[in-house]
C-alpha cells in the first residue's frame, strides 16, 4: 500500500481579478509558468514520500519497568530515550499511564528524528496488579501507522490437571505500521506473559499463542508480515512452552539468542521477537540485544534498573524492498 502526500493547497487563485485575457503571458513565460505548475504538482503529489529502498528499519521490543509519569523523573525519561533511540519502531510493555509517551517522544525528539506514539486504549489483565497498557513509540518521519491498537479477544484454556477455563492474564494486541513509501508493511504483536506462581500456566499461555497468532493473520487481511514479540517469561530452548509454540506456528523462528541475557539482573532470555522469514522476506538477519545497563551505567545494575528496567531491549533490522512482496 502506497502512501501518497496531499497539496494542501487547494481551491488557490492564480489571478485575483480582471479578465484573464489581460493576463496573457507570452509564450517564454507561459513555459516557465508551465514548468514551475508541473513542479509544484510532482512536489504535492510525491514530496512526502520519498523513496526508501535499500534503508534500514529497526523495530524492537522492550518490557520497560513501570513505565508512567509517577515512576520517572525527566532525567530518567531522557536515558530511557538514549536507549531506544536507534530504533525506528519500539513496542512497549509495562506501560502504566496515558501521559508518559508524550513526554518519552519530547525527548526522543530532542536526540533527532520525528517521533509519534499509541497505546492501547485500555490496561489488560486478570487483576489490577497485573494489569497495563501496550504502547508503541515510532519515527514518524520513517513509518507510518496504518491502524490504530487493535485488541485480541480473551481466549480461555485448560490445562489438564491443573484448571479449566483460564483466563489469558494480559491479551495481545496488533498494530499495523508502514514506511512513508509503503514498500515495507509490518504487523506488531506484543504480550507479556503472566509470571504465575503456577509455571504450568505461564507455560500454557506461551502454547496458546498460536491461537493468537491465527486470529492476527486472519483479522490482517493480505498482510501477513506478522511479528509476535515480548517478555513470555520464558527461556530460548524452553520445549514445553517457546518449542511448543515454534513447533505449532509452521516456518516461525526466535531470534532471541541464548546469550546474551535479555534481563539485566540474571542470564534469563525472557525477551523474543518470532516471526515466518517466509512472510517477512525483508529480514536481514541482523538481530541483537541492547545492553544499556554495561555501555550507559557501566555495569551498575541497580542504578540502569531504576532509570530504565530490568529487561534489556531485543531488535531485529529489516532492509526496504524496492516492491512490497504482499
Known amino acids: 500500500m502506497r502512501r501518497w502526500g496531499k497539496c494542501r493547497a487547494r481551491n488557490s487563485c492564480?489571478?485575483?481579478?480582471?479578465?484573464?485575457k489581460s493576463h496573457a503571458l507570452d509564450p517564454l513565460h507561459r513555459g516557465l509558468f508551465l514548468g514551475c505548475f508541473?513542479?509544484?504538482v510532482a512536489h504535492c503529489t510525491f514530496g512526502?514520500?520519498?523513496?526508501?529502498?535499500?534503508?534500514?528499519?529497526?523495530?524492537?521490543?522492550?518490557?520497560?519497568?513501570?513505565?508512567?509519569?509517577?515512576?520517572?523523573?525527566?532525567?530518567?525519561?531522557?536515558?530511557i530515550g538514549q536507549v531506544m533511540h536507534s530504533n525506528d519502531c519500539v513496542a512497549i510493555s509495562e506501560l502504566n499511564d496515558k501521559e508518559v509517551l508524550k513526554k518519552l517522544c519530547t525527548e526522543l525528539e530532542a536526540q533527532g528524528g520525528k517521533w509519534k506514539r499509541l497505546q492501547s486504549s485500555k490496561k489488560r489483565g486478570n487483576t489490577s496488579h497485573t494489569a497495563e497498557f501496550y504502547g508503541f513509540v515510532y519515527r514518524s518521519d520513517k513509518v507510518?501507522?496504518?491502524?490504530?491498537?487493535r485488541l485480541?479477544?480473551?481466549l480461555t484454556f485448560d490445562i489438564p490437571g491443573v484448571t479449566n477455563g483460564c483466563h489469558f492474564d494480559r491479551e495481545p494486541v496488533w498494530c499495523k505500521f508502514a514506511t512513508l513509501d509503503g514498500r515495507l508493511d509490518f504487523t506488531l504483536?506484543?504480550?507479556?506473559?503472566?509470571?504465575?506462581k503456577k509455571e504450568q500456566i505461564q507455560k500454557a499461555e506461551v502454547r496458546f499463542l498460536t491461537n493468537y497468532f491465527a486470529r492476527a493473520q486472519k483479522a490482517v487481511s493480505k498482510d501477513k508480515d506478522l511479528m509476535l514479540m515480548g517478555d513470555f517469561n520464558e527461556n530460548v530452548g524452553a520445549q514445553d512452552s517457546l518449542g511448543a509454540l515454534i513447533a505449532g506456528i509452521p516456518g516461525l523462528i526466535d531470534t532471541t539468542d541464548p546469550t546474551p541475557p535479555t534481563k539485566v539482573d540474571s542470564a534469563n532470555t525472557y525477551d523474543h521477537i518470532l516471526f515466518q522469514p517466509v512472510r517477512l522476506t525483508e529480514y536481514t538477519g541482523a538481530h541483537g540485544v541492547t545492553r544499556f545497563d554495561e555501555t550507559m551505567f557501566a555495569g551498575d545494575k541497580a542504578a540502569a534498573k531504576k532509570a530504565c528496567s530490568d529487561h534489556r531491549p531485543v531488535w531485529v533490522r529489516l532492509k526496504v524492498p524496492a516492491q512490497d512482496d504482499d
Open 38 to 40: 508541473l513542479l509544484l
Open 189 to 196: 504483536i506484543p504480550v507479556h506473559i503472566t509470571f504465575n
Open 48 to 79: 512526502a514520500s520519498p523513496d526508501q529502498t535499500g534503508s534500514i528499519i529497526q523495530v524492537a521490543f522492550w518490557n520497560i519497568r513501570d513505565l508512567s509519569v509517577a515512576s520517572r523523573d525527566q532525567t530518567e525519561l531522557r536515558q
Open 144 to 149: 507510518w501507522k496504518r491502524s490504530g491498537v
Open 152 to 154: 485480541l479477544p480473551d
Open 14 to 20: 492564480l489571478f485575483t481579478g480582471g479578465d484573464w
